[in-house]
């Protein structure tokens, strides 16, 4: 037993310890997620600093999820989202959420507009996208692709620069940036237990002001760990679908393709599987930070034909 001398005071050290959360999606070489896959198949690297992976998980997390339509994009590309004899893509969508779910309902173009509070029913989220619906039924067209969906990429990357020459087909602006931030502050409240994404529908422009920065939002997103997924309403030029690529790279998410219906349909479906299982890993970083530092983190497998997706790192906060 420790005795105290004459004035002399007990003193208590604390210590933080954070346990920095990495959800990861495998993919092999032809796009499948890979399943089955034990922690003993992982390295995970901080700052190129070997990590000791301490929690691991595959359990399926329930969503909670802010669905998001640019609704500043052209007549056809709208249209895609409301064929006219069929139901609108958003009963698709609703199918792949579960009763465990939630889901708020957002669009915009140069204002964000939140068209519902979050539920767990599908069919409130449909009827909220309504006001897009309308919107869709009066814009304009841009000249459509006639190379269609499955033409070669390379040339459809040439025409899309070609095409940025030119004066703006976007019939209004783009404020992704800001919904991107409204979204963040709605899934920052309540939704610990959940995983949060954002469902991004756009053609990837950020058109017009915008209060917020890219690196701003990346930085808002990475904080309450939410992972961003773009449904392109344009084709990729040489690979990239614009800012929706560069947000879902930073944040761990993905980007699929909004080029048709059925694209979107599926596209749908894909990034809810994919969002709800995902393998999760934890370790506790052996770096000690100063002052707020940003770490970059890195997570490879033993097999290189699999590509690995995971946010691009964290701010590590002083002890």
């Given at each position: 037993m420790l005795t105290l001398g004459a004035g002399?005071?007990?003193?208590q050290i604390r210590t933080q310890v954070d346990l920095v959360v990495v959800p990861v999606t495998v993919k092999d070489s032809m796009?499948?997620?890979?399943?089955?896959?034990?922690?003993?198949?992982f390295t995970i690297r901080e700052d190129k600093k070997l990590q000791s992976i301490t929690n691991f998980s595959i359990d399926p997390q329930p969503l909670s999820a802010a669905i998001v339509v640019d609704d500043g994009m052209n007549g056809n590309q709208l249209r895609r989202l409301f064929p006219r004899f069929s139901p609108s893509a958003f009963t698709t969508l609703g199918a792949g959420f579960t009763s465990n779910d939630l889901m708020v309902a957002f669009r915009y173009d140069s204002h964000i507009y939140r068209l519902s509070a979050f539920t767990s029913d599908p069919g409130a989220i449909e009827k909220s996208f309504k006001s897009?619906?309308?919107i869709a039924v009066t814009r304009p067209d841009e000249t459509a692709d006639m190379l269609g969906e499955k033409g070669p990429r390379a040339l459809r990357s040439v025409i899309n620069i070609l095409g940025s020459t030119m004066p703006s087909e976007r019939p209004t602006y783009g404020a992704l940036n800001d919904a991107l931030?409204?979204?963040?502050?709605?899934?920052?409240?309540g939704q610990a237990d959940r995983r949060k994404i954002v469902i991004l529908i756009s053609d990837g422009k950020i058109a017009g002001p915008n209060m917020h920065g890219f690196q701003q939002t990346v930085d808002a997103l990475l904080k309450e760990q939410i992972q961003v997924y773009g449904v392109a309403a344009r084709y990729a030029t040489f690979g990239s679908f614009g800012a929706l690529t560069s947000y879902a790279a930073a944040t761990g998410g993905d980007v699929y393709p909004g080029t048709s219906t059925d694209s979107i349909e599926k596209s749908f479906l894909r990034i809810t599987e994919q969002a709800r299982n995902q393998y999760v890993l934890g370790y506790v970083s052996t770096n000690h930070a100063e002052r707020p530092t940003f770490r970059?983190?890195?997570?490879?497998t033993q097999s290189r034909n699999y590509t690995v997706i995971h946010r691009r790192g964290y701010t590590q906060q002083p002890q």
């Open positions: 002399e005071v007990r003193t796009g499948k997620l890979v399943t089955g896959l034990t922690k003993e198949d897009v619906q309308d931030n409204e979204t963040v502050t709605a899934l920052q409240d970059n983190i890195e997570v490879t």
